[in-house]
Each structure stands twice: as structure tokens, then as C-alpha cells.
């Protein structure tokens, strides 16, 4: 898209939004056109975000059916597995018949329109067809990362209320197994499903439970090959996935049918623009909303080529993501900061080695990327040669909302640039004042947008609660940011309290309530710290029980604990023992000061005269494991 074409777009938006989303919602097939778009609002009185109300359509629908006729041999799905080379393509003719099979397996296990359906699995192409399968047939899927421990699988089970799980027997990432199947038996002990559909992934042995498991494979042969799409309205939920927040258990933030699709869909369009010369890498888990927006939904409904990688980057060299990029044909590559800035720290070898000259566009998305790590992928792996769009969005966003649009928006290394047609940002001071021209604040969203998530399940009140109510009338997205002159938007990291750890989300308060689960942990603070390759690291302090030595076993027991309770991904990579922590006359943690510390700028905790006992600090800073 060239810059004439982008500012006609802000125009007509800007214009008549309704005539404009109307228009846009032409990228779909709907059983019935919408005759209205955005029906929304922010404010108490009347919240409650909905677009295309009256529209109906199938997700599936858009995403396979439509497309067999022209191009139903074209390559929808390229898995590429864990080890080089082990894999498969699959045409928009084979996923359209696995999803349907997949559909009917659900409908004989008994899952209707309106169930839920979780989904914890490997990144294999089944995973997409249970998806797709839930969305067949109107039913709603809660798809949990696979690197989740049982007891946050089971909580996420038992939040939505899933009739049906399906899992794999085993996941491989980098060589080693791991045990989907296993894990998932001890979270159904805790919260139990009705049935579970298995997929053999490494046929390793698993736990069998006649009368509630069943394998794929079987499933497979025994029903039929059609599946008649189920008319949803847009409005209908899609899909639930679970996200940190500052306080409390994750949250089921939900997707609905017809805005979601349509966000995705455009932007995809409109940023990648990937035509049927190109194959399209994504290199997110289906775990996490980027697997879900742009793996799966995104580059299906658009009739593109995407593949589903098994792997991580370094195995089994810091070569592999230009290794498999070459061999795939990949043309548009999207990744992590963190991915790029652990091998970036490896060396250029490991990327020259491998010809790249098919990449076009680049892309990343997940946290702030600096400028090295960018000026390093657009140098070093795109030759100088791409573009790089540097996408930002939420799982609350559905899809990208500030982002360079290729060949339109000129880039600056470490800046999102500019909002997409139809969004609308604000800076606001702590106090909701709006900070005109250049500035840094709070960032806000003031109108909706199709794919803006609609409730948080099975909780109305939070929804309106988290993101509406600190500065009234707008979306509050919890980022910090930063407008320069030109308007370029330089998103500086997450203001409340959640970390991002290698791009992924999590909450400060998930963190300690695992901690003080310990038996040996009195209490626990936990707040970011400056980390080279995950952006942010976890750093916790604990207070132990009375008494209990403090030991670097123990550290490491903590560590393990933490990696139980949550997941690898929430493992502290710092563990201060603190005799106490700094707190409020009113016994508030002053997590501010905490934070300073954890950065490694003891002389910037400021103000300390409010705390019950000051002297406290000093014993921390003392105490720093930076
Ligand atoms: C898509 C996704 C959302 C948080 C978001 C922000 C950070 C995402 C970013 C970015 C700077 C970018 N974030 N993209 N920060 N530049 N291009 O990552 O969703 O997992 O919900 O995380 O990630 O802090 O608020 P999610």
C-alpha cells in the first residue's frame, strides 16, 4: 500500500466510520451483511462494545469453504516440526476435510454450539483443526500454552467450564518431550472434563481413560469428511484465551465471531500484504493471541500460506530460524524481540550462512524492540534490504493497532509509528489529563475497534472495571508511550503491574501467590527487572517464615516451585530473601521502590519517609542480586 492509499483510508475512516467498516466488512462472506458497524460505547451508562450485530457468518467459512473453488491446491498449512525437515504441507482442500472431521468428532463427544473446548497442544496443524473445528460448529475454544503446569491448565479449565479437552500425548521442543498428556491428567484430577481427544504426536506411552479419552486417529475414521458450517451471529463468542493482568487469576478475555475475524483479516491485509508468491511465518505458539490472530485465523481467512513450527530457534543451531526460512520459501517473517536478541548475542554467522535473499518483509511484535535488536535484523538478516514493521497490539486488541503500514509509513528503529486506519490513541498525565503534541503517558484508546476483545468470561464487571474505569471514557491499555514530534508512537513497556517476560504476560500477583504458597515463604513481592535477552526479568523478594535459613538450595527450590505452580515461563530469575519489605503506615507494599532496586538504581527510590520503617530500604539495597 503506498501512502496515498493509507491517507485515503484515514480519510474515509475518519469521515464515516460506519460507512467505511461496512465497506471493509466486505473481506468476508456473511450468510447475512451487517447493516450496522460499530454500536459500542465506553461509558458506564451504556457500555458494551459490539459491532456488525446483525450480521451472521461462519469463521471457517471464511477461513476454507471460500477459497476451494479457486484455490483449494493451494498450500494453506506448512508444519515444520522440531527436528529440520520433519514435516508436511497441507492443502486449503486437506484442512478444509480435517476441520470438518475434527467438527464432527467434537459433535460426537458431545460438544454443541456455545461449549467450551480446551485446547493444549504442540504446535501441530491438529491444533489448528480443533480450532477451526470449535468454530465449525459455534463451539468456544480456550487454547492454554502448553509450556502451562497442570494446576494453571486446570484452572483455565474450570474458569470456562470446558466439556471437552484436547491434548497430544507428547510435545518435542529443542529434543526434549514433554509430557501434554501427562500434565493433563493431573489438571483433569483437579477439574475434570467430560471427554478428552488425544493426538499422537510422538507415540510415546501415555495414560489411557476408557470412557473419557479418546484418540484422534480413531475419531478420525469414524466420522464423516462434511460438516455443515453453523450460522453464527457476529457477535457470538470464538474463543476465550487467558491473559496476566495487575491483579488477581488471568483473565478469559473473549473474542467474538464477525469483528475479531474481519480485525484480523484487514490488518493482516493491510500489513503483510501477502500475496500467493508468498509463504508466511509466523513463529508464535498457538498459546498466546499472536498464534491465534496470525498462524491460524489471519492468513487462513486470506486464503495466504502459514506455517506451524514445532521448534525453538536454537535448535539444533542458532541457524534455525534462516535455515527452515530458506527451505520453506519463507517471504514475510514475524518474530519476538527476545528471539532476535538471543541470536543476535550468538553472531552473524549463524544467519549468513543461510541465503535469505526470498525474505521481503519483516516483522515483530510481543514487547518493545531496541534499537540494536532492530537495527540488527533489518541489517543483518534482512541485508538492509526489508522493511520491518514493528507491530503493537494486545490480546485485549484482537489484532494490531499501531504499526508501520510497508511502503506507506517510513520506519525509525524502536518506534511502532503510527495508529491503523480507525484507531484512535490518547497520551493522558496520572491524573487522566490529555498530554498534547510531543509527550509520554499513558496510553489510551478512545473508540473502539472490530477486533477489540468484548468481556472477560464469566466476569462483566471486570472487564469495565480493568480497563475503563482509570481514565473514564477511554480503553486504558496499560502501556506506557511515547509521541515524538512526527507522532511516531514509542511504546516504553507495561505502567501496571504486569512483566513481560520474553513477550510474554505475566502478573506480578500470579508470581507471589505461588511463592507464598511455599511452606517456608512468610511473604512475597515480585516486580520486573532490566533483563538482555527476555526484555524483562522476574525479580522476587521473599520473606521467609520465622526462624527458616535463608540457603541458595532453597533459592533454587523456590525457582522449581514457581516452576510447578505456573509454568517455566514464571520462574523468578532473581530471589532476594528480605528480612522485610518496605511498606506504607497502612501496610501497602511501596512496590516503586522495590522496582528501583531491581533495576540497579538504588539512588532513585526517592521518597522514602512514608514507610512504617525506612531503614528497611537500606537492607535491601544491600541485599540487590542484580
Ligand atoms: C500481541 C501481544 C501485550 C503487551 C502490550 C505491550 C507489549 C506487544 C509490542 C509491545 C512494544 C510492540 N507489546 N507488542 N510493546 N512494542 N510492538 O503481545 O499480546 O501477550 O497480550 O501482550 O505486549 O506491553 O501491552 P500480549
Redesign the pocket.
Known sequence: MNAQELAARHEAVNEDAESYWLEEAKRLDWYSFPTTANRSSFDEGDFGIRWFEDGELNVTVNCLDRHLATRGDRTAIIFEGDEPGEGYSLTYAQVHEEVCRFANALKACGVGKGDRVAIYMPMIPEAAFAMLGCARIGAIHSVVFGGFSPDSLADRIEDCGAKLLVTADEGVRGGKRIPLKDNADKALEKSPVEAVIMVRRTGGEVNFVEGRDRWWHDLREEVSATCEPEKMNAEDPLFILY?SGSTGKPKGVMHTTGGYLLWVTATFDIVFGATDEDVFWCTADVG???GH?YVVYAPLANGATTVMFDGVPNYPDFGRFWETSNRLGVTIFYT??TALRALMREGDEWVKQHDRSQIRLLG??????NPEAWNWYHEVVGDGRCEIV????????GGML??PVPGAVKTKPGS?TLPLPGVYTKLVDNDGKELTGPAEGNLCLTQSWPGQMRGVWGDDERFFQTYFTTYPGMYF???GCRRDDDGYHW?T??VDD?I?VS???MGTAEVESALVAHPKVAEAAVVGMPHDVKGQGIYAYVTLNAGEPESEELRQELRQFVRKEIGAIASPDAIQFAPALPKTRSGKIMRRILRKIAEGEPDKVGDVSTLAEPAVVDALIKGAQA
Open positions: 491473559t498466546w493471541v499472536t490472530s519476538a524481540p515483530t511484535v510481543g514487547e518493545p524492540i514493528d507491530t503493537w497490539w494486545q490480546t485485549e486488541t499501531i504499526t511502532a491499555t496499560g502501556d511504546i513497556g507495561r504486569v513481560n513477550g510474554h504476560r
